[in-house]
């Protein structure tokens, strides 16, 4: 049974930072491209970056770039997205997704459950 787990979301100053991690259970996690999506209340969700299963290619929204970074530790199965000088239209649930293959803007085949992001001004 595969499983994303996501921790290290909460409430945080406008400028502050984040550092989100997602642990992944029951796939080979090595083989697969993992993403970060992020929905707002009352909006759709929204692709945030995305990690190729090396690890050697990202891929990022142009409104979070040059502030998140997105990584992973293969030997931990565990991907990370570190986010700097948070904005307030950055909270939101943020989600990890991993998908067999190349880095998708949309498409994955399994999700996690999520977890909270809150930027206060």
């Known amino acids: 049974q595969v499983q994303l787990v996501e921790s290290g979301g909460g409430l945080v100053q406008a400028g502050g930072s984040l550092r989100l991690s997602c642990a992944a259970s029951g796939l080979p996690f090595s083989r697969y491209a993992m993403g970060w999506f992020r929905q707002a209340p009352g909006k759709e969700r929204e692709f945030v970056a995305g990690i190729s299963w090396s690890g050697g290619n990202t891929y990022y929204a142009d409104s979070v770039k040059n502030r998140f970074t997105c990584s992973r530790d293969n030997a931990k199965n565990t991907v990370y997205l570190q986010m700097n000088s948070l904005k307030p239209e950055d909270t939101a649930d943020y989600y990890c997704?991993?998908?067999?293959?190349?880095?998708?803007?949309?498409?994955?085949?399994?999700w996690g459950q999520g977890t909270q992001v809150t930027v206060s001004s």
């Open positions: 997704a991993a998908r067999k293959g190349t880095v998708s803007y949309s498409t994955y085949d399994y």
